[in-house]
Nanobody, 120 residues
């Protein structure tokens, strides 16, 4: 009922910047939390940043001061501005959206992921 799609990944040199975008669509009544997670092969998916309600943000320690999450409630979109990228930021980045559909059921939807590679 709810589709989530990411865009904006790619290859960037260390110290560079990328901006990821995510759009949620479908039978959405309201959205509570939007967030970004990342995963590398052989490791668990980890939280990068979340934005809750009217704008309370939470960041992983490893990205504080370098990444910024923002949402557009009118468009059901969330972005992740990533600056000063490091090779250890290389991962598949996933968008997660939690809210309620028009029937008032709760949904928790993930996008298919977008690859971010930081390499010289």
């Amino acid at each position: 009922q709810v589709q989530v799609v990411e865009s904006g990944g790619g290859l960037v040199q260390p110290g560079g910047s990328l901006r990821l975008s995510c759009a949620a669509s479908g039978s959405i009544f309201s959205i509570n939390t939007m967030g970004w997670y990342r995963q590398v092969p052989g490791k668990q998916r980890e939280l990068v940043a979340t934005i809750i309600g009217m704008g309370r943000t939470n960041y992983a320690d490893s990205v504080k001061g370098r990444f910024t999450i923002a949402r557009d409630n009118a468009k059901n979109t969330v972005s992740l501005q990533m600056n000063n990228l490091r090779p250890e930021d290389t991962a598949v980045y996933y968008c997660n959206v939690v809210g309620r559909v028009v029937t008032m059921s709760v949904f928790n939807s993930w996008g298919p992921g977008t690859q971010v590679t930081v390499s010289a």
